[in-house]
């Protein structure tokens, strides 16, 4: 359980950074470490040279712009947490970070680092994907920017070239008029463990109750997280209640594969997913929600 | 690869030694600077044996390498205890409620929860529970744990705001 040798450097700046990452070949950047470190003890990671980005305060961000807003990626999750500008204009991610790992994890790991990580039951990646964060990809001959479906290319996997790093993203803002309420659900075995099934929920709610606009995914019942247009599409022009998040929900069903392994079955997945979406629109909704009976 | 000589602070002190790149804080912290309390469980980050204050932020040392501590701040479970070897209020009241058998996570416990109590002095069961989530034990149940630091709690805020609990 010890990483096999490896050359170190921790650049100052993004510049310097990028310089290292284009002059060198088998390089691998570590942010928080939560995840390679693991990896690079078993040996499922061998990297000849680590490039340490920990000390690039350009990457450490949080900024509040008119459309979105703009996370470094390095920002420690813990720091995310924290930030009150997150909390006020990305409440999504606010309620989806407590449920990243644990406090000793949350004050290495950065919310850049699980989403290059690209661990299909990560919280940060799934909400990424619920509202369809644009992430910034530096190299040193410039940067580009891609929709996160477009980075993700599977399970551990994402279209991030050797000599790039991800430097920002950049969670939309929804501007329009209207009341904003998201919803975050999982099961895990225990607090702070993988998800078995997660489920994140936001809907623009006008005067009336009525749904404007929705955005909900879905984490581990495909291959990766599952934005659920179907789903949307019910409970947009919608007053939100019981029967509606629950007839909503269950148009899932049709959209997900799950799979069985040792923490669950499909079947068991597949009514977790519809039980935790359901209760992630509720959320949404807000307390205000309509109704509350039960069919019958 | 080329060994480095590497300085930080450990405890208030500054400390240096001499390591790999691939060795991790946990490693350094026991091996070059024989500071052994902290202890090694996992090795890969589930246990939270090797928990440690970076920065005064708990963390696991077993996911740092200490070439990444470098400059840093260090606070082990021998920083805990004052100067004169005395056991921390927190430390007492572990003891004082049977809050360890083997002893094994225990250093890990009492890091999370010093780290706990700097920020939060007055916490409920949940946040206990919470703070102390990332750390396994296998003989307590976790009960005489949540006791003792409620009961440190307690005992830090009669010491601080004299009057203020029975």
Redesign the interface.
Known sequence: ????????T?PRDLPGLLRQLSGSTDAKI?AG??SL??M???RLVRPAL?V?I?DVQDLQNITLEDDCVAIGACTRQ?DAEASEVIRQHLPLLAKALPFV?????R??GTVGGSLAHADPSAEIVLVAVTLQAELTLARADGERSAATDDFLDGPMTTTLEEDECLTAIRFPRWTEAGRVGVGFHEVSP???DFAVVAAAAQLLLDDDGVCRRAAVAVANTTPMPLRLAAVENALVGAAIDQNTARDAAALAGALIDPPSDLHASAAGRRHMARTLIERAILDAAGPAVAGGQTHG | ??E?NIRLRVNGATSEGIA???V?LL?FLRDTLRLTGTHMGC???IC?AC?VM?DG????S????A??AEGHDITTVEGLADEAGELSVLQDCFWETHALQCGYCTPGMLI?AQ?LLHRNNDPDDDEI???I??NLCRCTGYGQIVEAIRLAADRLNQRTNPGDRP
Do not use: W
């Not at chain 1, 790992?101 to 994890?105: C, I, K, L, M, V």
């Open positions: 359980m010890k990483a096999a040798a490896f050359d170190y921790r570590i470490g939560q470190v693991p690079m003890a078993m680590l340490d920990n813990a790992g644990h406090d000793q994890t004050n290495r225990r607090a702070g | 690869m080329a480095r790999e790149p691939r991790t490693d090795e890969h980050g939270g928990t970076f932020a708990p963390v696991r077993c996911l740092i390498f070439v990444q999370a780290a529970r919470d703070a989530s990332g």
